[in-house]
């Protein structure tokens, strides 16, 4: 009997190596990865210019304390900012952490102007992680539910929904900020109906009010959507950023990035992490975001998004079980007429690897370095599986 804590619905296999795309089990049976860990392993598996940077830092230097100065923690800091034309960032270890430290910035943020019970917009559907504050800011009761008291000081309207937010400006004046992925992810990727107008619009409504902007761009960011950052298609910046999963390809790492008045908000002794920013990780992030930049690889995420989603389309079509298919980039979703979570079990035994989320939404986010051939395999196997479970 295993001795780990019964948190997973496990697949019956395990991996001893990888190589780009694809993952080996002890048998040297070979798997396409087309989840990449949860959009984390952007750079496919053992990545030669990540294995060199993490081998040369670790041989150097894993972890020193935040009370001395990182270079690799400076470096990497430098660099996010250059790419997001944001201010400052704060280093911790996953994508709730950087929310935490996104919500706890806009408590502080609300409390400097006089607010005493702040609150945080949030929307339904929404994935923010499985801390306290985290999960209670998520829009899935399945993620709350045993878990109460939550945590107070959110309120909760649809996504993609610009008016809700409006009345709630109209009578809430202890509103401090917005907290919304630009694309939801654990939500059954969902892309606002005029993505770059809703971003757009939630900017404006909160320079009107005074609001900070916080984006979760913790499944969006690090070159899955096609450009850097998934705000980058709109012409708006962020206050806040949270970032994790493809930020170390793998070596945990997170980041609250902030802008203007939000990168001054923190000050000393207002947040902090033992781990956060060490230099091991920042020098993952760092070579991370250096291959993606090197290699081209926000372009190329983008082409091959189209590839896997118009070969689907064509794969498919007639098919009526087959509602939508839809992508932002690497971030692919093909949303079924029913549930269907047993196709993860049949792609699996088809050497497959994919995730299906919101019940009805079979999710890919393959590696950013995914190519051609390996794209239309991918096609080539889940539309035979899509087609034989919508036929039987
Ligand atoms: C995965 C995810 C999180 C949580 O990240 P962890 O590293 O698991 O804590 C938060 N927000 C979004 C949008 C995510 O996809």
Redesign the pocket.
């Known amino acids: 009997m295993s001795h780990l804590m019964n948190t997973y619905a496990r697949q019956p296999v395990s991996f001893v190596k990888g190589e780009g795309v694809w993952l080996y089990d002890a048998e040297g049976n070979r798997y396409l990865d087309a989840l990449a860990g ?1 959009a984390v392993n952007g750079l496919g598996h053992a990545h030669p210019k990540l294995v060199k940077a993490i081998s040369e830092q670790a041989a150097k230097l894993i972890h020193v304390s935040n009370v001395y100065h990182i270079n690799e923690q400076e470096q990497l800091a430098d660099k996010l900012c250059e790419i997001s034309g944001m201010d400052k960032v704060f280093f911790c270890n ?3 952490e950087a ?1 935490e430290a996104s919500i706890k910035l806009a408590r502080l943020y609300g409390h400097n102007k006089g607010i005493k019970n702040p609150e945080i917009i949030v929307m339904e559907k929404s ?4 801390t306290l504050a985290t999960l209670s800011a998520t829009g899935n009761r399945k993620t709350q539910a045993g878990f109460e008291p939550l945590v107070s000081g959110f309120v909760r309207v649809p996504f993609d929904d610009v008016e809700a937010i409006k009345q709630v400006a109209a009578r809430n004046p202890n509103v401090v900020a917005i907290l919304v ?1 630009p694309v939801q ?2 939500g059954g990727i969902n892309i606002p109906h005029d993505a770059k107008g809703y971003l757009e619009q939630l900017r404006g409504i909160c320079d009107a009010n005074g609001w900070l902007l916080m984006l ?1 761009e ?2 969006t960011g690090i070159g899955r959507t096609g450009t850097w950052f998934a705000f980058q298609h709109t012409n708006i910046v962020p206050d806040v950023m949270s970032l ?2 493809g930020l170390g390809s793998g070596v945990p790492i ?1 980041a609250c990035v902030a802008k203007g008045v939000a990168a001054e908000t923190f000050t000393y002794g207002k947040h902090g992490s033992t781990f956060g920013g060490n230099p091991l990780a920042t020098a993952a992030g760092f070579a991370t975001l250096k291959t993606i930049q090197e290699d081209d690889l926000r372009a190329h995420a983008e082409a091959m998004g189209d590839i896997i989603c118009n070969g689907l389309r064509s794969a498919l079509v007639g098919e009526s079980g087959v509602t939508t298919i839809r992508n932002a980039g690497l971030m692919i979703g093909i949303e079924l007429d029913r549930p269907c979570g047993d196709l993860v079990k049949r792609a699996l035994a088809e050497k497959l690897l994919i995730n299906v989320t919101a019940d009805k939404v079979v999710r890919l986010l393959p590696p950013l370095v995914i190519n051609q051939a390996e794209a239309e395999q991918l096609v080539a196997i889940l539309a035979k599986l899509i087609k034989q479970f919508l036929n039987e």
């Not at 994935?127 to 499985?130: A, V």
């Open positions: 949860v996953s994508g709730c929310n994935f923010h992680g499985r992925e992810g654990e979760d913790v499944q994790a999963k997170g």
